[in-house]
């Protein structure tokens, strides 16, 4: 154990006052962070290419009303040193955290003393950032991420009791809107439910999308939807919305327990001031929420949550496997298994390559869960001896639209596959190679718009001036369509087309925002 907590991230600056912001909540406002400038007016981070170590920071949540009916006694105790004490008949064990938060602190003390802030200063200046909370079912992760989102019953959450994601959007967005507004922010939503990717933003039936790996992008999930956002209202009506699909199911320790990973990632997309105006930097903020380490017999899970739960402690497991070898410096330079689980695929950015990642360790006090707590904080420890060499991503527009065209490519070649095996007529004066853009089917001709999103749609998607990115877009949609006509009426769909009958468009349909995320080619998450 280190004598001292390493001290990852530096002081944030303060603003002398809160600027008046429209729609953000005045509870959530003195947070207010002013990134720092260089005279060019280009963001500088000292952070970039140094090796830097996974802040690590444990939050020990209050005792339930559960378990101070069964008179459990709490053996998990915050000393002022951030250090974590636990002491249990036979059991003592101290662990030391960057920071430790007992069970009287609240959602605001934890986003203040948790990093957060730096965090979301090193997204919006172009890094690839994570935050992450991991501990046992029960444990408050997806408090403290998200506040009681997931109990408040189709509710917003109130403002005081706002997760660090909350606090999070409002940070990013005082940032657009007030200082910055040359920054674009998008949001896309997935979980990982027994072994599968699905896209929690997409309209229709969760369908699983693949991941794939590439030499410039890592691993990235395919036929992902963006949603640009500009307000805190539509980021919170993605997360509500998003949310409200993610599998959850109730058992013993938890009536809300989540049954998935779910991964919520912020691109930042910002046009370079200075040196080179030709190029763009996309920074991410991705926030985790895994599902919790849970031992059956405690849990009492049977039939579908059995199987749910030894995928969710297959994947935790390979989270761990790879954990200890990356704090190996012998083994780390061998081959790392990321490729064990969805889970570790995608976070093998975080944890291994250039990102840069906070993890909210969640602990209960309770003596039941001493077990439990050990394990949590025994894989705090080794997780804060993992390094990453952080560094900015900036992308050159030509290399963006070379990604981009592939990508316009493959969703063309697929858009013919499906328009066949529909047989569905190709645009007339196409050639197979110069497919145009979908928009020809009725669903496509209305404007639509992402769960929850409001206000007026960006674009039509039938526009003439149609930018490539408008395009991808307009691909990935109409593609979408065909695929679910594809599997639910494969004989109706293109009667319904051919016969030219406008039906409606679906009420949920997405708007998709612009694609910055998906063509960078940036080494993140979820790119
Ligand atoms: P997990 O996501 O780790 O499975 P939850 O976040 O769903 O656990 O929390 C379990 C229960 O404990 C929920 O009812 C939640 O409201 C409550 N809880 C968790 N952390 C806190 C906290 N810091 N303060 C108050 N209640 C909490
Ligand atoms: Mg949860």
Redesign the pocket.
């Known amino acids: 154990m280190s004598p001292k907590p390493e001290r990852l991230h530096g002081p944030v600056s303060q603003p002398p006052a809160p600027p008046q912001l429209l729609g953000l909540p005045g509870s959530l406002l003195p947070t207010l962070v002013v990134f720092p400038r260089s005279p060019a007016g280009e963001q500088e981070d000292s952070m970039d290419r140094k090796e830097t170590c996974l802040r690590v920071v444990v ?1 020990v ?2 005792l ?1 009303c559960q378990e101070l009916r069964r008179g459990d006694q709490r053996v998990v105790h915050c000393l002022g040193d951030n250090t974590i004490y636990v002491n249990a008949a036979g059991q003592e064990a101290a662990f030391r955290a960057s920071a430790a938060f007992d ?1 009287g ?1 609240s ?1 605001e003390g934890l986003f203040e003393g948790s990093g957060m802030k730096r965090l979301i200063e090193l997204a919006a200046n172009g890094f690839s950032c994570t935050a992450f ?1 991991f ?10 991420l998200m506040g ?1 989102l ?2 408040s019953e189709g509710q917003p959450v109130t403002p005081y009791l706002g997760g660090l994601m909350q606090r999070a959007f409002v940070c990013l967005l005082e940032q657009t809107q007030c200082y910055r507004p040359g920054l674009v922010l998008s949001a896309s939503y997935v979980e990982i439910h027994n072994e599968q990717v699905r896209d929690l933003l997409s309209p229709g039936p969760p369908r699983p999308l693949p991941v794939r790996w590439s030499k410039t992008r890592g691993f990235y999930i395919e036929n992902l939807l963006t949603v640009e956002f500009g307000s805190l209202e539509a980021i919170m009506d993605l997360l509500q919305e998003g949310t409200r699909r993610r599998r959850s199911a109730a058992h013993v320790l ?5 049954r998935s990973h779910a991964l919520l990632t912020i691109r930042i997309h910002r046009k370079a001031l200075s040196p080179d105006p030709s190029s763009c930097q996309q920074g991410v903020l991705c926030f985790v ?1 895994l ?2 380490s849970e031992r059956v017999k405690d849990t009492g899970s049977a039939g579908e949550r059995l199987v749910e739960a030894s995928n969710i402690n297959r994947s935790l497991l390979a989270l761990g496997h790879c954990i200890s070898l990356l704090v190996d410096p012998r083994r780390r330079r061998n081959h790392i298994p990321y490729r064990d689980s969805k889970l570790t695929r995608l976070l093998a950015e975080s944890l291994g390559g250039s990102g840069i990642t906070l993890m909210v360790a ?1 602990i209960s006090p309770s003596s039941r869960c001493l077990p439990e707590t050990l394990r949590t904080l025994r894989f705090a420890s080794r997780a804060k001896k993992v390094t990453t060499k952080p560094m900015a991503h900036r992308v050159s527009r030509e290399k963006l639209l070379r990604s981009l065209e592939q990508e316009i490519q493959a969703l063309r070649e697929e858009n013919l596959s499906l328009r066949q095996q529909l047989r569905l007529p190709r645009i007339r004066g196409e050639s197979p190679a110069t497919h145009t853009p979908p928009t020809q089917l009725p669903e496509c001709q209305g404007e639509s718009r992402a769960p929850g999103q409001r206000g007026a749609p960006r674009r039509a998607p039938g526009s003439a001036r149609r930018s490539l990115s408008g395009l991808l877009q307009d691909f990935v949609l109409e593609n979408e369509q065909l695929r679910r006509w594809l599997l639910s009426t494969p004989a109706a769909a293109p009667a319904a087309v051919l016969s030219g009958q406008p039906r409606p468009p679906p009420a949920s349909a997405p708007r998709y925002g612009p694609p910055p995320a998906r063509l960078a080619g940036d080494r993140t998450l979820s790119a």
């Open positions: 939050r949540r209050p339930t069970a602190t959602q909370a501990g046992q079912t029960g444990s408050g992760k997806t408090y403290s009681p997931a109990q938890n009536r809300h327990s989540s929420d599902a919790g969640c």
